[in-house]
């Protein structure tokens, strides 16, 4: 059962930023939204995580709307190494991450 | 590096063998997972550690045995694997079960 939506796909430019939506309009109260990145024959990556209020640590932001039921993950200035797989994943307060398709996401120089 | 290690990073077994993956965290976490990403399909929970005990069996086949002998530590022993049984094995790891995980580079494994 797909709880997020994301776009397959999207392009940016070295240096700019990057804006990843995610949709989650099934989302409950005590369901945290999770993202994770998969760069090739590597295994996924943490980024940042939050529940209602905007988040940002030293690799991205994260801004979920104030209904919660979508978020975008930011990537301040994006470089080539950021090319990668991005799972937005809604998580309740357990162990389990379920990952869809992601969104790939192609940094240009 | 991400504190989680996996050996071997590619294996390359008959079905008739009898192989282990090793996942080892440096991160002081709790909790352990073993995970299956196959091609073109989302990851797969295999299994669930908390302090040592198997909290989680996601109805996998009994070819696949999980030993968990300390919170560092997880193993997969593999014996008469299939070849659809191909994949990326990944181990990941998290201070407790609600936490977020952190995942090694996994385990290339291909059954001929």
């Known amino acids: 059962d797909a709880k997020t939506t994301q776009p397959p796909s999207m392009d940016c430019a070295e240096g700019r930023a990057a804006n990843l939506p995610c949709n989650h309009s099934t989302i409950s109260g005590n369901e945290y939204v999770y993202w994770y990145r998969q760069i090739h024959s590597q295994g996924p990556q943490y980024i940042i995580h939050g529940l209602k209020n905007n988040e940002t640590n030293e690799m991205a932001s994260l801004i979920i709307t104030e209904d919660r039921k979508s978020s975008t993950l930011i990537l301040p200035h994006a470089t080539l190494r950021d090319t990668a797989v991005y799972y937005c994943?809604?998580?309740?307060?357990?162990?389990?991450?379920?990952f869809g398709a992601g969104t790939t996401v192609t940094v240009r120089a | 590096e991400t504190g989680v290690t996996q050996t071997p990073r590619h294996l390359v077994m008959g079905m008739t063998n009898k192989k282990s993956l090793k996942c080892e965290q440096h991160?002081?976490?709790?909790?352990m997972y073993w995970y299956k990403q196959s091609a073109k399909k989302p990851l797969e929970l295999m299994f669930v550690?908390?302090?040592?005990?198997?909290?989680e069996n996601n109805s996998v086949p009994s070819r696949f045995s999980p030993e968990c002998p300390n919170s560092s530590h997880l193993f997969l022993h593999l014996h008469t694997l299939q070849p659809e049984d191909s994949a990326l094995y990944l181990c990941a790891s998290s201070q407790e079960v609600a936490q977020p995980q952190h995942f090694g580079d996994g385990t290339r494994l291909s059954i001929l």
């Open positions: 991160l002081g976490h709790n909790a």
């Open positions: 550690y908390n302090f040592k005990e198997q909290t």
């Open positions: 994943i809604v998580r309740g307060h357990d162990y389990k991450l379920s």
